[in-house]
């Protein structure tokens, strides 16, 4: 499956490269959302609340109207995926939460899992040269990728994983790493950074991975 992505940041659509730098700067009404109407499952991040600087939130009610989503960015607790569900969106999205104090906050998993349903949790591992980056990847950890996915599996229906070193570049998402996600659990595996073709998006589909898309998308080279 192909899910295309939607990042926030300052009420707009931006696409960042390797986390830093912003390559677009273009309104809902720019891009129009019948754009992403055709696709089963759209992800929606607030990149602002995913950084501590605001949020979103108008914005997002209204995505989540009308396009079905995995939402994310700041969500730190049960209580914010809760409104965020409510909202409309199909899957919350917890991140930097799932780490506390540089271990694996697996009281949060189970709690979010008992609370909301392990039906309605996506859990994102962002990683820059191999570990774990947190605090919309401000923060860098010492906590490899692949401990998190067997610490965190029974709690959620799927993981994100987010290869920040080639995020936004579209010069290739490394297949090798998506295997060996895939072989640690039976839930959905998605990842993102630097998909580039529907080449490569069939690709990792033959290994049973699923793919988010940003920049491949916004530029044309993909639809």
């Known amino acids: ?59 997002i009610a209204m995505v989540c109207q009308r396009l079905p989503c995995q939402t994310g960015g700041g969500v730190r607790d049960v209580g ?69 996915v067997r610490a965190l599996d029974e709690y959620c229906s799927a993981f994100l994983y ?3 070193d080639t995020e936004g570049t579209m010069t290739g998402f490394p297949v090798a790493i998506a295997r060996e996600l895939a072989g640690l659990t039976r839930k959905q595996m998605i990842v993102a950074g630097g998909i580039q073709s529907r080449a490569e998006v069939d690709d990792l589909d033959a290994i049973g991975v699923d793919a988010v898309v940003g920049m491949a998308i916004y530029t044309g080279a993909m639809r």
């Open 1 to 59: 499956m192909l899910i295309p992505s939607i990042d926030l940041m300052g009420g707009k659509i931006v696409q960042l490269v390797r986390a830093t730098r912003r390559r677009w700067n273009l309104t809902i009404l720019n891009i129009g959302l019948s754009v992403f109407s055709a696709y089963p499952l759209v992800q929606l991040i607030d990149l602002d609340a995913a950084m501590g600087s605001g949020n979103n939130h108008e914005l």
């Open 80 to 148: 914010r995926a809760s409104k965020l569900l409510a909202l409309g969106a199909k899957r919350v999205i917890f991140g930097s939460a799932l780490l506390k104090d540089s271990a694996i906050n697996a009281p949060l998993a189970k709690q979010a899992a008992e609370t909301l349903g392990i039906e309605h949790l996506t859990f994102a591992i962002d990683s820059r040269k191999g570990k774990v980056a947190i605090q919309g990847w401000k923060e860098s950890t010492s906590v490899d990728p692949k401990d998190m």
């Open 162 to 164: 987010t290869h920040i």
